[in-house]
């Protein structure tokens, strides 16, 4: 450990040593870009040229807090301009740039565009979906679906995703999406993500950005790729807060309510919001298991009504403070607490051959649970030189605690025999106490003529302790005390050291090769069964993109990368969790890490159109494994590392504009999966094509109105041996700004047709 940390320090100050290498007369421009009410627009094409001519010298796009820099060594005179879709483009007066001057447009603001339809203004929106060369962009801030709805239901909705049963979220056909919050890796299961994402306000959330190919400065976590959430940040002058009230009623009702309140004066932004938001809906699980014993085959058809409840208070707040033009620092904090009650009753019948008889089995489940978890951030920024030398550090700090009570109820009969039914309880009481300590320092050197280099550290300090008390019942007697209660702790330290470069090798061709480095060291440790397993190892993951312009309308983007998916603590645990009489789930301290090859080429067109083809191969894949015990004809389920699976894509996404006042955002995604493994003594080996199918349309109406409609399919789908039947659902809403903007009403449908 000591020897991994001194390689990677001696490696960052090697790269910061290159620092002296600055540039000779290059000259740079800065600005940000803003709308008419002040608030930054990102992605805006930056282009600079002659004054007087068409000859474009160089460009850029703007990032997400609108802000620009160009760097040129010509000389003379110049015009800066700027569009983005949905407003007028800008040009400056001509300027004059000599040797090495820096010029700051300061806050440039541009206008919306309007048309004039039968006496009826209709202006253009901000794009739902921003297509860039690394990356999808989700705009969510301003949207009719934020308003109302949780984090989890924004990602849900997003073009090539689709959260499961078990609430993994899978992106373009593949499990193992790491999900980031500001940049910051969430380092939770999935279920426990899931959760804290449903006590997350959609209308807390900037954007929503979806990495396929993530480069060397992101971490290596997450085999499929990365879902980063962009949380809103207030760039205007002044005091703003806002109200909101509001509810949905999905069977149950969900009533929802929040304030905010952002201030920013002179050198220091502070922001702070409030929420409350109750989540209840009732869903139906239908699960139909067969089994090849040897009278044949025996089969279970299990229904299962769910019911839940959850309710949540989140607080995010945060300040930053300019020192002077160049360097900022700052600090952040969430917290959230959350109470859930979880409903379920399932219904299973079983039918064996060799005889007509039906056994039923008859499960109630009551499970609540407690959740309370605070995050806290410290941040430095700093400027070095006009060239954007930029050092940045984070440190980060997390724990959740959270406890539960479940109680499982159970009978079971013959035929029509439910009097004589014969039952037992199960009660279970869990403890869970998780801390995340994160540190990481990231260092970007410019050299001009599009020449960049990144490099880093980063350290990251996980534990978690979780505590199972499991007690059993039979009829009216006391709860007696179960000989697999558990007690795990996980410890995960990570050290991380990276370097990237991006350069340009001719006007049409640029690319952006790095490497990184990860030292794992992960000790599992179960204290009831005296067990621990320790897994250290050290990997290298590269990754290369290639950006080659046919044509100012058209681009192909090529990229390469190698990544890991680690166990969490659940799927390492051993300890076996009661979900019915007839079913288990057990963890497995013996999984190894999942590694994946990424290939995907993404072709775009006039900015907008995307089509992307894709290949990935996934050594030791994750998949849950079904067992049944043949005697008591329970099914055990648990992870386990397959050999091989293959992973081939294909996904156009589409934006039409029908009308002026009528866009839509379309997507086609159609995936080839396939398994290959021994499971015992038998070889998986199955693939499926799936096809999803997601359209947006939004609707620019007379007197304000704003109305959104989405759709989306997902085909059938097989993971493994599991295999899952396709769904899909609509969704509208509507908005209407009244009293001068001042207040939003906003009505949202969600699944209309309850499929």
Known sequence: MKTSTQVFTALFFFFLGMSNLAAKDISTLTGQVTDEKGESLPFANIALFEAGSEKLLTGTVSDENGKFLIETSKTGQFQLVISSIGFETFRSEPFEIRASIKKDFGSIKVVEEASNLSEVTVRATRPEITIEADKTTVNVEGTVMAEGNTALDVIARSPGIYVDQDNNINLNGRP????????????????????????????????????????????????????????????????????????????????????????????????????????????????????????????????????????????????????????????????????????????????????????????????????????????????????????????????????????????????????????????????????IFTAKVDFVKPFGKGRVLETGLKGSWVNSDNNLDLSRADGEGPFIPDPNSNRFIYEENVLAAYASYKSNISEKVSFNAGLRAEHSDITGTSVTLDQVNKQRYLDLFPSVFVQQKISKEYQINYSANRRITRPNYRLLNPFVFYIDPLTTEQGNPNLRPQYAHNFEMNHVLKGAYQFTMGYSVTTDVFQQIFTQDEESRTTTTFTDNLDRAQNWNFRAMIPVEIRPWWNTSNMLQVTRSQWKSMIGDDLLDVAQTNVTMRTQHTFTLPLGLKAELMGMYVGPAQYGQAVIKGFGWVDLGFTKPLMKEKLTLTVNGTDLFRS
Request: hydrophobic letters at 35%; aromatic letters at 8%; glycine letters at 8%.
């Open 176 to 435: 193992g999406v790491t999900v980031m919050i500001n940049d910051r890796q969430t380092y939770m299961s999935s279920n426990d993500l899931a959760n804290f994402l449903r006590s997350m306000p959609a209308e807390n959330i900037k954007s929503i950005e979806i990495i396929n190919s993530p480069t060397s400065r992101f971490d290596a976590e997450g085999a499929a790729g990365i879902v980063n959430i962009k949380l809103k940040k207030n760039n205007i002058d002044g005091v703003f807060g806002n109200v909101s009230v509001g509810g949905m009623y999905n069977g149950l009702l969900s009533p929802n309510t929040g304030v905010s309140l952002n201030v920013k004066k002179g050198k220091w932004t502070n922001t702070a919001s409030l929420n409350y938001n109750q989540f209840n809906f009732q869903n139906e699980l239908n699960i139909d298991r067969n089994f090849q014993i040897d009278e044949g085959v025996s089969s279970f058809q299990q229904d299962s009504p769910i019911t839940m409840y959850n309710e949540s208070l989140f607080f995010q707040g945060g300040s930053d403070y300019e020192i002077n033009d160049k360097h900022s620092v700052g600090g952040s904090i969430q917290a959230s607490k959350r109470k859930e009650e979880n409903i379920g009753k399932s219904l299973t019948e079983i039918s064996n051959p060799g005889t007509d008889d039906l056994w039923f089995i008859r499960s109630d489940n009551d499970t609540r649970v407690n959740n309370n978890r605070i995050f806290g951030n410290l941040h430095y920024v700093g400027l070095l030189d006009t060239l954007g030398t930029r050092l940045s550090a984070d440190v980060d700090f997390t724990r959740m605690v959270q406890d539960s009570e479940a109680l499982l109820t159970n009978s079971n009969w013959v035929n029509d025999n439910e009097n004589q039914a014969t039952g037992d309880f199960i009660r279970t009481l869990n403890d869970m106490d998780y801390s």
